[in-house]
Nanobody, 127 residues
Framework: QVQLVESGGGLVQAGGSLRLSCAAS????????TGWFRQAPGKEREFVAT????????YYADSVKGRFTISRDNAKNTVYLQMNSLKPEDTAVYYC????????????????????WGQGTQVTVSS
């Protein structure tokens, strides 16, 4: 069973940037579609971005489109989320999630699509 570990969260001022990383414990992570989700206090976990295991397909929530970029380095078993122009409403715990698939182009946007989750990393954006 793959284990996912997020890192890179922290406190940043509005307009700033952070890069989150999601490191996987297995080399087979290169065959996992991966997603980033976030959960703010009192709110449901919501989709942020997803990337196919081939890396060629990505999809973003409207709220982050143009500001966030998801990418992956399969040689390092790591997926990244570059977050620019951060806003206070981006404050949340960010989670990465993985789903093994045979389809190199597949992306998934629902919480229930993913069986594997990291423990989360806190991102706080001050105004």
């Amino acid at each position: 069973q793959v284990q996912l570990v997020e890192s890179g969260g922290g406190l940043v001022q509005a307009g700033g940037s952070l890069r989150l990383s999601c490191a996987a414990s297995e080399r087979t992570f290169s065959s996992y579609a991966t997603g980033w989700f976030r959960q703010a206090p009192g709110k449901e976990r919501e989709f942020v971005a997803t990337i196919s295991w081939g890396g060629g397909n990505t999809y973003y929530a409207d709220s982050v489109k143009g500001r966030f970029t998801i990418s992956r380095d399969n040689a390092k078993n790591t997926v990244y989320l570059q977050m620019n122009s951060l806003k206070p409403e981006d404050t949340a715990v960010y989670y990465c999630a993985g789903r093994r698939t045979l389809l190199s182009s597949a992306t998934y946007r629902l919480v229930n699509d993913y069986p594997y989750w990291g423990q989360g990393t806190q991102v706080t954006v001050s105004s």
